[in-house]
């Protein structure tokens, strides 16, 4: 009886392992989709990278450059940022999605990311606030072009630089 149990358990055997590693394959495909997106509440950290469930993700195709800190007195309590990093949390308001493109040694991502249906590089870029790296989509690019010629945002004069023009002296 031993005998028979052992010969036929081996084939039982066989296919259970064939089994469990076909659905172990299945399990892994199942998480590196998901693991290939991010969507969660963003938190917009001051060189303009979003942190998204404890990771730090690069928007894909641009190129943030450094300027000074400015403060946004409209919103309480009042937020001090570069000025990318404040127009990136104006427009977060709530989740982000994020599609990885590309994973960095030091676990952080560089993804395309949108609110809504909103490109926040593209955004970015027609604000004036970023400029497209060489290897960016042909529409980015031309955002950094337009936002140029139109002088919008770090291509223009400093909003903090335009003082308002007095007011003619009235007649008593």
Known sequence: MSDLNRVTSRPFRLAHRRLSAWLLALGLAATASVAAELHSYAFVEDDGTLRISNT??????????????????????????????????????????????????????????????????????????????????????????????????GWGRSVDRIRPKPLPPTAP
């Open 56 to 153: 730090r993700v690069h928007l894909y195709g641009i190129y943030i450059p450094p300027t000074g800190r400015h403060c946004n007195r409209f919103q309480r309590p009042i937020v001090c940022a570069p000025r990318a990093a404040l127009a990136l949390d104006f427009k977060i308001d709530g989740f982000v999605r994020c599609e990885i493109i590309e994973r960095h040694p030091d676990r952080s991502v560089t993804g395309r990311c949108r609110v809504d249906e909103l490109d926040l590089s593209a955004y970015l870029l027609e604000q004036g606030w970023a400029l497209a790296r060489p290897e960016a989509p042909f529409e980015y690019q031309a955002l950094e072009r337009i936002a140029r010629h139109h002088n919008r945002g």
